[in-house]
């Protein structure tokens, strides 16, 4: 997968494929222009289109997925001092958010539990 440039990579998965502009737009559910911007670099792809493209191509979600991610973060912080501490932080919030919404979602399943026991009664 080409690293450097998604757009120029979507437009050379939709070539290899001999997909014309349109078709890939219309399962996109985006304009013509919009996509043809996308592939030249003139706007920056929104990562929700990344599934469809994924399946489109046959491609594995998940790598599309975290290329296009980690490049996001390494441009927002590519002129940052503190990037490794930032992103040391950034993994221990994960980290923390994840056994929040872990407990909660126990919380959550422990009161419905319940509330299904109280209406057997």
């Known amino acids: ?3 450097d440039n998604l757009g120029e990579f979507i437009r050379q998965l939709r ?7 349109r078709k890939l737009a219309a399962l996109l559910d985006i ?5 043809s911007k996308l592939e ?9 289109i990344l599934p469809m493209i994924a399946k489109t191509f046959e491609l594995d ?9 980690s490049k996001q973060v390494a441009y927002q912080l ?22 929040q919404t ?3 979602s126990e919380k959550t399943e422990k009161h419905s539990k319940n509330k299904i026991k109280k209406n057997r009664k």
């Open 31 to 35: 304009d013509q222009s919009t996509l």
């Open 1 to 3: 997968m080409q690293r």
């Open 15 to 21: 070539e290899q494929a001999e997909m014309p502009l």
């Open 102 to 104: 872990q407990i909660e």
């Open 40 to 48: 030249r670099g003139e706007r920056p792809v929104n990562r929700q």
């Open 78 to 99: 590519a002129d940052e001092k503190y990037a490794k501490d930032i992103l040391i932080a950034a993994e221990e919030e994960l980290s923390y958010s994840k056994a």
């Open 61 to 69: 979600e998940k790598e599309l997925v975290v290329t296009f991610m």
